[in-house]
């Protein structure tokens, strides 16, 4: 059983099913409407990176295309690897496992920090955050995207797989943390049925899973998203 650091908060989803995950972020956002959100408001070219539970590193390669350093860390030890593994040949990477409580990086080492869809989903992420006050650079950029389960089908079947979720707390907390927002209406575009109900199916519960499959149709999901930003 692959090590997993202390403090950190589980992700069922990639933990328990990496390989559909994989198939996950290769429908995620075809259009790269994420990346284009960031890099208009701080572009990451000939920057130090840090990719903040980066499981198994499917955005890296991207970020290190024009990057001049980019550090994934993450607290799953299996995933870690299968990260460095996917990055052995690009020199510009390296892979830590580590939490957002506490990065394995120098203090004010970073220009632009991204966290896709881990770890800070509002109250209790509150260490975390001040570890990124500890390595980041002045002038740096900090990134959150998370699901805005305030929107469409997608939210509504978030809701209901995690009952004890407050959107309005979530806002609340942000709003008090001094981050700024954007939506994000992302898609998920997949290559075959099969594909699009087994990742339905690692990311709510069955029954609504089930109910999701049944009221989608074709190949495509609305993803709506969320940015939130800071400057340092």
Do not use: K
Not at 47 to 62: K, Q, R, S
Not at 139 to 153: I, K, N, S
Not at 210 to 226: D, F
């Amino acid at each position: 059983m692959a090590r997993i650091l202390t403090g950190a908060i589980p992700s069922p989803n990639i933990w328990n099913s990496p390989q559909i995950y994989e198939v996950e972020n290769q429908a995620v956002d075809p259009d790269g409407a994420a990346d284009a959100a960031m890099r208009e408001i701080r572009p990451w070219d000939g920057a130090n990176v840090l990719d903040i539970g980066c499981g198994t590193g499917f955005h890296l390669p991207v970020l290190a295309a024009t990057a001049a350093r980019v550090v994934g860390v993450e607290p799953h030890a299996g995933l870690a690897s299968h990260a460095a593994s996917r990055c052995a040949s690009l020199p510009n990477v390296r892979v830590r496992t580590g939490t957002a409580q506490e990065l394995p990086v120098p203090d004010s080492s970073v220009d632009v920090a991204v966290a896709r869809w881990a770890y800070f989903f509002g109250p209790g992420c509150e260490p975390g955050l001040r570890e990124l006050s500890r390595v980041m650079r002045r002038g740096g950029t900090a990134f959150v995207v998370d699901l805005d389960a305030t929107r469409g089908a997608f939210g509504r079947w978030f809701r209901r797989s995690l009952p004890s979720y407050s959107p309005e707390g979530v806002e609340a907390f942000w709003s008090r943390q001094g981050w700024q927002r954007r939506e994000l209406d992302l898609r998920m575009v997949f290559a075959s049925r099969a594909d699009l109900e087994s990742v339905l199916r690692i990311e709510f519960t069955p029954e609504v899973a089930g109910a999701a499959v049944n009221e989608t149709e074709g190949l495509e999901i609305a993803y709506p998203n969320i940015l939130r930003w800071r400057h340092f």
